[in-house]
């Protein structure tokens, strides 16, 4: 793999748009939101807000939905299609873009992503729904790819830290509106109506950023190179991932010893796909590019598989009302943006490595100490405390391994190392996820994936400290991880 030195990162990226503008012809001291850049950036971060919107909004609509299309029984299922989907479009996007350039496959997952909202809106089956929600799962995998080449080629190294923290800043505003507005459309409109009304909000990304993005970071790195193909090993390998993970999700849900059957053959199919298209060395926490791989994956794997217990535990344990137990991680929105933010200052860049350990520290802390409320005399605002310093570690966490991948990452690596980052950090998602609810559902958690009254009434305390404690340990390990993400220099 070949590292991209800092000053390197300000020379003439190739592009085979004659209109575009060289980075080495981009004003020095412009920011994000300089007239160079100000379009592009308003433009992508519209992007990731629609996402940020989607995830929150159709969250919150989906239980309403699942029992209206008869379907609570394949609540999970819809949550995995898109998973599951999505990890094939990270490499398939990582391909694309290398090849041909952002453009396309940005643009793609866009128009894809609204396509599955519509079929979730209309569907009159939950089986119909589900599958809209792996159209869903396509675009975003498609689009989230798409969208760090686009920084990795556009914007200088300096600025990259900055638009990675209004990235995580695009998140705030639709964690506190996304839940109430999607609630509010949901009991007075229906819940189809969550779903048919996002698209509408893709215009505006598409009218805007699209024209930037021509102009700034089309066509592959290196015009001059012959054209290649796409590495049809590595969709097949991208396939292997999306199935296998799918299995694993499976045998989870379904405690039976028939489920060892698709959790045996779903390992089988997965594990080889996955050093395949992982930088090697990744799982052995090798120096460089491979750390930065699986630090990404611990940090966010951990974290979100420890959050989904959350408002469960709050309304099971201390009778807090859904929209309460929801709302008490709605402050992690801020800290996280202002994480982010922290690490985007220039005078932090030579301290990056010491803020990621400190945020991975926070991060294990916080999941540490999120089940002290199974504990009457602790008061339930330290879940909302503890997880707002979390999210404060992981906003630093996150965007740092962004950079550091752009930084280590040629130009015509951009894709598919992107493409490894995002695999690592969703498919660490799933599988510690599917770990924690295993071992939740073994000592008496009851059922998640069914949302049902009895069995959330029947959730034993230990069953939700068995799903924290190994996350807090996954995180403190990330860590240690941090160490090992520079290179020693040769003598």
């Not at 990226?13 to 080495?24: E, G, K, L, S």
């Not at 979100?304 to 009778?319: N, S």
């Not at 990621?356 to 100490?369: D, F, T, Y």
């Not at 008061?379 to 906003?395: E, K, N, Q, S, T």
Request: with cysteine; aromatic share 8%.
């Amino acid at each position: 793999m070949t590292a991209l030195e800092p000053r390197d990162a300000e020379v003439t990226q190739p592009t085979a748009d004659p209109d575009a503008v060289p980075a080495d012809r981009r004003p020095r001291d412009e920011g994000v939101l300089g007239r160079t850049y100000r379009a592009l950036s308003i433009g992508i971060i519209a992007v990731v807000v629609l996402i940020a919107f989607e995830a929150t909004a159709v969250n919150t609509a989906m239980p309403i939905a699942a029992r209206e299309l008869n379907g609570v029984e394949l609540y999970a299922f819809a949550f995995s299609s898109y998973f599951t989907t999505s990890l094939f479009a990270m490499v398939l996007a990582g391909q694309w873009a290398d090849r041909d350039g952002p453009l396309r496959p940005l643009a793609t997952g866009i128009a894809t992503f609204g396509g599955g909202l519509l079929l979730s809106g209309v569907a009159s089956t939950m089986w119909v729904f589900i599958a809209g929600r792996a159209v869903q799962g396509l675009g975003g995998g498609l689009v989230i790819v798409a969208l760090y080449v686009v920084i990795g080629r556009a914007y200088p190294e300096r600025l990259r830290p900055a638009i990675l923290a209004a990235f995580a800043a695009a998140w705030m505003v639709p964690s506190v509106v996304g839940p109430l507005g999607a609630g509010t459309v949901t009991e007075q409109l229906g819940w189809r109506w969550v779903f048919l009304g996002i698209p509408t909000l893709v215009v505006f990304p598409l009218v805007l950023a699209l024209p930037a993005i021509r102009r700034m970071a089309a066509g592959p790195a290196d015009p001059t190179a012959p054209r290649q193909g796409f590495d049809l090993r590595r969709i097949r390998f991208a396939l292997g991932i999306a199935l296998g993970s799918a299995l694993i999700q499976y045998a989870a849900q379904d405690l039976r010893w028939f489920s060892l059957l698709p959790a045996v053959v779903g390992a089988a199919v997965l594990v080889p796909s996955v050093l395949a298209l992982l930088p090697s060395g990744t799982y052995r926490a090798a120096r460089g590019l491979p750390s930065v791989v699986l630090l990404r994956g611990m940090a966010a794997g951990s974290f979100v598989a420890a959050e989904i217990f959350i408002p469960l535990m709050l309304v099971t344990q201390r009778g807090l009302s859904p929209t309460m137990a929801g709302l008490s991680l709605a402050v992690g929105g801020a800290t996280w943006a202002l994480g982010s933010y922290l690490q985007s200052r220039p005078r932090m860049a030579p301290h990056r490595e010491r803020l990621m350990a400190l945020g991975m520290v926070l991060s294990a802390g916080a999941i540490a100490s999120a089940p002290t409320v199974l504990i009457d005399a602790v008061p339930v605002w330290i879940v909302g405390v503890a997880w707002g310093v979390g999210c404060f570690g992981l906003g630093m966490v996150i965007a740092s391994t962004s950079v550091m991948l752009l930084k280590l990452s040629a130009p015509e690596e951009a894709g598919a190392n992107s493409a490894a980052l995002q695999i690592s950090d969703g498919l660490s998602n799933a599988i510690l996820l599917a770990a924690g609810g295993a071992a939740f559902a073994a000592l008496g958690g009851g059922s998640i994936a069914g949302h049902s009254a009895a069995a959330a009434g029947e959730s034993n305390p230990v069953a939700f400290a068995a799903v924290f404690l190994p996350m807090a340990l996954v995180a403190l390990a990330g860590a240690w991880v941090v160490t090992r993400l520079k290179v020693r220099e040769s003598h």
